[in-house]
Structures are given as structure tokens and as C-alpha cells.
């Protein structure tokens, strides 16, 4: 059964999560991505549970209430403390130092993939869905002749003032119709956006893209076993970010696509999603 709690880090943030599993059972860490939230995980958390593993889904910093700290001040969404984050939830709800398999979507897979590149010992196994490795992706971003700029152009808007208030207008059509509008059922919209459908969690959320802008992160050659899940009907992540990945990863490696499923893996394809997780899981044990 999953149970919402919360989770105190060492720094004095406090993440609603939401877990399931053995308390005594190897760790898996979800990270959601924008615009979701720790519902993204919603179908994962049971087989992850029935398999013996502590299935921990946090909503990450700004998106948790209690973890909001001001984003006016970019510095406090900065990259590195956002991987920081993910370690300091990971210690407090698995126990410190102890390894752990390490799971991102999005923004939350950017983390991870930093996670992964710092703490590379610490980790068991990585899985990535839709977030290319930051180097494969700045690469495609950067090709004249590529689709990859044409994609990530939402990015330059969420850079602007006035975004977040237009996002919210008219019960968040713009999140509705626009993001979202890939396939994604109205019950897990309405679950994401009663995390972040207001003006003080919208505003800490688009401050991770006013951190971070382009999405850049000084990210080497990953040497944790990974699989890497894209949908091939991603409006948003190309087949050439998606595909050259796995240049970026040094140790076990493995794509899977997932044909005519978009950006949202996990409220669109949530079963063959856990299913790859699982499998991914077992092959590479803490």
C-alpha cells in the first residue's frame, strides 16, 4: 500500500512523499519531472513494493511546500543543490551511505543523471526516462540543421516573468492543452496540478529553467549501469538527443523505445515503463 508522508532532510527541507515497500527493502528513488509531480509514480510504486523494494517518490524542491525556499533567488534552485537534494532524501530515507537505484523522468532525470556523476558508487543502477544525457542533448540542441532547437523552445518562455500567471489562467489551459496535450489522462493532470497549480509552486518550479538555463550541466561519462526509456512520439526530446546517449554512458547500457508514446512515459505507458524498470532492477542488485 502507498502511504504520503514526509521526508526532512539534513539541510531542513521537507519533502511530501509518497513510499511503499519493506522499510528494510533496497531503495528506489523516483524523481518526477515539470510539469508532474510525485504522482507520476503512481503505477510504479506497487510493483516496485511487491517486488521488496522501499519505493520513495518525492515532490522535489519548490514543488513540496515545506522544500520552497525563495525563487527570486535563483541560487537556491541552482543544479548542484538540486542533486544535492536527491542524495540528502536518498540518505534520510534509505540510510546514509547505503547504495541505492536511482530513477528519473524530466527534470528529474537531468538530476539523476547528475546524481549518477557525482555519486556514481552510490548507485546500484540508473534508470533515465525521456531526459537524454546533458551532453548528447546540448549537442543536438546546438546543430543548425537539427529539429532538437525547435523542440526545446518552450524553454525560452518559461524564462519570462509573466509565464507563470499565463499558465495558471483559465484552470491552467495553457498546462492542459499545451504540455500536457500528449496523451496524458485528465485524472493524472489534475493530480499534478493540485501539486503545482498554484502561484507560489508554479513560480518555484519554472525557477529550476531560470537556474539552469538551456538546461546546461557540466555532466561526464556515466559509469553507473543505465536504461535509458524514450518514447518515439516525444514532442519534446528528438530521436538525435535520445539516440546519441548512449555515447555518454561508460558502463552497462540500454535503450529502450517505446513506440508512439510521447514525452509523459509514465502516465502514458505506465505498465511496459515498470515492467523495463523491474527488469532493469533486478539485473544490477545494490
Not at 43 to 53: E, I, K, T
Not at 126 to 136: D, V
Not at 209 to 230: C, E, F, H, Q, S
Amino acid at each position: 500500500m502507498t502511504e504520503t508522508t514526509s521526508i526532512t532532510t539534513r539541510p531542513g527541507l521537507t519533502f511530501t512523499t509518497d513510499v511503499a515497500g519493506p522499510a528494510g527493502g533496497t531503495l528506489v528513488l523516483l524523481l518526477h519531472g515539470f510539469p508532474e509531480s510525485r504522482h507520476s509514480w503512481r503505477a510504479a510504486l506497487p510493483s516496485l513494493a511487491a517486488a521488496g523494494y522501499r519505493a520513495v517518490a518525492p515532490d522535489q524542491r519548490g514543488y513540496s511546500a515545506d522544500a520552497r525556499p525563495d525563487p527570486a533567488d535563483l541560487s537556491n534552485y541552482a543544479f548542484d543543490r538540486l542533486v544535492d537534494d536527491a542524495i540528502d532524501i536518498a540518505d534520510a530515507a534509505g540510510g546514509a551511505g547505503k547504495r541505492f537505484h536511482l530513477v528519473g523522468h524530466d527534470w528529474g532525470g537531468q538530476v539523476s543523471w547528475g546524481v549518477a556523476d557525482k555519486v556514481p558508487e552510490r548507485l546500484a543502477s540508473l534508470t533515465i526516462l525521456s531526459r537524454p544525457h546533458p551532453k548528447s542533448f546540448r549537442r543536438a540542441l546546438l546543430k543548425e540543421d537539427g529539429d532538437q532547437k525547435h523542440r526545446s523552445r518552450h524553454h525560452r518562455a518559461f524564462l519570462e516573468p509573466e509565464t507563470g500567471p499565463m499558465l495558471l489562467a483559465d484552470n491552467a489551459r495553457r498546462l492542459r492543452d499545451g504540455l500536457f496535450g500528449q496523451g496524458v489522462p485528465k485524472a493524472a493532470l489534475d493530480e499534478h496540478l493540485a501539486v503545482l497549480g498554484n502561484p507560489a509552486a508554479i513560480e518555484a518550479t519554472l525557477a529550476w529553467y531560470r537556474a539552469n538555463k538551456g538546461l546546461a550541466a557540466d555532466i561526464g561519462a556515466i559509469k553507473v549501469p543505465t536504461l535509458y526509456i524514450w518514447g518515439d512520439a516525444d514532442a519534446t526530446v528528438g530521436p538525435d538527443a535520445a539516440r546519441g546517449t548512449a555515447e555518454f554512458v561508460e558502463a552497462a547500457f540500454a535503450m529502450e523505445v517505446l513506440p508512439g508514446v510521447g514525452h509523459f512515459v509514465m502516465d502514458q505507458a505506465p505498465a511496459r515503463a515498470t515492467e523495463l524498470m523491474l527488469a532493469h532492477l533486478r539485473k544490477h542488485p545494490a
